[in-house]
């Protein structure tokens, strides 16, 4: 086998996939971000969201309940940081990675009697006449509901902070919460549903990943999407746009690497896996570097804890 | 209404108790956890606390152990406490811990089977600057361009992850393993070998230099004009700037402490109880490390507290995976169960609550 053997449609098609997790996880972040918390544990909820969405789609037989699942068991598990965070006061870093922590723990037990398990399979729908276009169709059209109500999401998260009145509250709040909160605007209450909105997000995002990407539970098997996911937040500068353009290209080299490996190229797999991590961080420097982008779109009050003044 | 008032100094007694109130909470509600497992809570919660140091079946293997499995802990919890104070977070451990044995193990066995004193000394050293090197990329990163230290020292874990693998099944592999993953065991090779101190007991250097470091650290911290730099940097990155310091120095020392450190500890660990590189050489040390700086309040002598602590529940984990049947996974929820508590408690130690209308 060579490169040629690369199917160019396969391959997009495929890209697509990858990517979908990233960008469910991503945009809620980007949500959480916006309201000025900082929740490093996205990578304990996407787990929590895989394992949950597994066995309660492997126990119902339907994958789409399964997503339900996840949605729930994500947003759950973000309450608890969110009551640590929000109510207790405590640091937001620490508190993301113990959310982390505490999530690869629960999953791997509430996941051992379900490994090695096939999950229900989940449909693809094809676009009508827009899937019958040759090459362009794969690639775009045939994909099952997930992945086209991720990009459905992209857009809603774009035209909720910049045409929504809400949307605009919410930046607020992530800016300057005691100007929010003197406005009258409750702080609290808007980062808790940010928060809940974060988890739900991640959690879709690992119930794909169990359901659809790989499809079979396996422990630890997010590894370090979630941290992927909250890398391409500061990439994206806070944009939903310019964050499905990184995950895209993020899950392009994820599929390359993965082809790469399954047609036998000269490279060693370890190197070849270590690729999207190290992309991660070349993408992270690049756009540091960029002055034009610089600290713009990061909110004024990420990671700060806001206590209510008299 | 529920009013926080800010507390003018942080409560020294109440600073003490939120580590041991933590540690009940986490019984309790691990208790509950048990019970619907089906494990009757009483005994899984005296085997992991009580039996380990108390039973006369397990305690003479036990207690070694938990200085065993406490020294990484230590000496990696007491580097990532430094940076921690100064709001600098590596969160990358786990890679450095990883990379400080490979690049020693590497030194080593480059000489094997050649015989001298130098060997071992060489290859702590090395151990430690292969830490180094791997918290330096985050901490250059971070100084020349500002990428964020928290991402790019994770990512790089789960590229030393890798290198392991490459190390394991490659360059590193033994040449009389006859094909098998994994190095030499360097046990058996005398110049290189991390031997026990104490016979019959595993007790070995790493033991006795974690021991070292937290007077080192301690005195760093509270005698040395480090200490207060870091926690102004910490509390006030502003009022350091102003007073005319340069930050980015500090931030390269707080990596390289944490680095070398955590490298100090894969290296004791590889030529040590681990014996050689394999693919599942590390165990997560370098996160459980998160816990055990916190639990310890970033404090030396907390952190030599909460090392033993948290290896007693890995001791004690690993009895009642044996002998109640019970997933290692639970003791990793345990860990992160005490620092969701933990953090918690802050509440109390940082602010007054007052009850009451305004």
């Given at each position: ?24 996880a991503?945009l ?5 971000e ?14 929590i ?97 997930i ?10 998260v ?18 300057d ?11 609290i ?30 422990e ?67 756009i ?7 600290k ?15 | ?49 009580w039996?380990p ?25 007491l ?10 977070w ?17 030194f080593?066995l480059?000489?094997y ?19 180094c ?10 100084i ?42 360097l ?34 911290l ?96 690993e ?13 990793q ?26």
């Open positions: 086998m060579g490169l040629s053997e690369i199917n160019l449609a396969v391959l997009v098609a495929s890209l697509i996939v990858a990517s979908t997790p990233l960008v469910l991503a809620g972040e980007l949500i959480v916006k309201s000025g918390v900082l929740n490093l544990g996205v990578e304990g909820m996407m787990i969201g895989a394992v949950s969405g597994f066995i309660v789609g492997v126990e119902t037989g339907s994958a789409y309940i399964g997503m339900i699942a996840a949605a729930i068991a994500g947003a759950l598990l973000s309450l608890l940081f969110a009551f640590i965070v929000l109510i207790m006061q405590a640091n937001q870093v620490a508190s993301g990675l113990a959310l982390t922590i505490f999530g690869l723990g629960l999953a791997a037990l509430m996941g051992h009697p379900y490994t090695g398990i096939k999950s229900p399979q989940i449909q693809t729908i094809s676009m009508p006449f827009l899937s019958d276009i040759p090459l362009i169709g794969q690639m775009f059209f045939q994909h099952d509901l992945v086209y109500l991720s990009l459905i999401a992209v857009f809603v774009w035209y909720f902070l910049n045409r929504m009145r809400l949307g605009l509250v919410l930046r607020s709040v992530g800016e919460h005691d100007v929010a909160h003197s406005l009258g605007y409750r702080v209450s808007i980062r808790f549903l940010a928060i809940m909105f974060g988890g739900a997000m991640a959690g879709v995002g690992g119930g794909y990943l169990s359901l659809v990407r790989v499809p079979q539970w396996t630890g098997m997010t590894a370090g999407a979630g941290w992927i996911a909250l890398a391409l937040v500061v990439f994206s500068g806070w944009r939903p746009g310019r964050l499905l353009i990184g995950a895209y290209i993020f899950g392009g080299i994820t599929i390359l690497q993965l082809n790469l490996q399954a047609i036998g190229v000269n490279i060693n797999i370890a190197i070849l896996s270590m690729a999207p991590y190290l992309a991660t961080i070349l993408a992270l420097v690049l540091s570097m960029s002055r034009l982008h610089g713009r779109g990061a909110p004024g009050c990420l990671g700060k804890s806001f206590v209510k003044s008299v | 209404m529920i009013q926080l008032i800010p507390r003018e100094n942080v409560s020294p007694v109440l600073s003490l108790l939120g580590p041991l109130f933590s540690i009940g909470f986490t019984m309790l509600i691990g208790g509950i956890l048990f019970y619907f497992l089906g494990v009757d809570p009483f005994a899984a919660i005296k085997m992991i606390f039996d140091i108390m039973s006369e079946t397990f305690s003479s293997y036990s207690i070694p152990q938990i200085f065993i499995k406490g020294a990484p802990l230590i000496l990696i919890a580097g990532l406490s430094v940076g921690f104070k100064a709001n600098i590596n969160i990358g451990a786990e890679g450095q811990y990883i990379m400080g044995a490979i690049f020693g193990a590497s080593a480059s000489l089977p050649m015989n001298s004193a130098f060997i071992f000394p060489l290859m702590v050293l090395i151990g430690i600057a292969g830490g090197l791997w918290s330096m990329i985050p901490a250059i990163l971070k020349r361009f500002n990428v964020n230290e928290i991402l790019v020292s994770l990512m790089l874990v789960y590229v030393a992850e890798q290198i392991l693998a490459l190390a394991s099944l490659g360059f590193l592999r033994n040449p009389d393993g006859a094909g098998f993953p994994g190095s030499r065991n046990s058996q090779y005398p110049s290189a070998s991390n031997s026990e101190l104490i016979l019959g007991t595993g007790i070995h250097l790493g033991v006795v230099l974690s021991l070292f470091m937290i007077v080192f650290f301690y005195i760093l509270f005698r040395h004009s480090l200490g207060f730099k870091i926690k102004l940097l910490g509390s006030s990155p502003k009022a350091y700037s102003f007073s005319g310091q340069n930050p980015n120095k500090l931030i390269l020392i707080c990596l390289t402490l944490s680095g070398g450190l955590a490298g100090l500890a894969g290296i004791m660990e590889v030529a040590g109880p681990a014996g050689q590189i394999n693919i599942d050489f590390n165990v997560g040390y370098g996160f459980t490390a998160i816990i055990v700086a916190f639990l310890g309040r970033l404090n030396p002598i907390g952190i030599l507290f909460a090392g033993l602590v948290m290896a007693l529940t890995y001791v004690g984990g009895l009642t995976q044996f002998m109640l049947n019970l997933p290692a996974a639970a003791i929820l345990f860990q992160g169960m005490l620092l969701f508590f933990l953090l918690s408690f802050d509440l109390f130690v940082y602010y007054k609550i007052r009850l009451g209308g305004n």
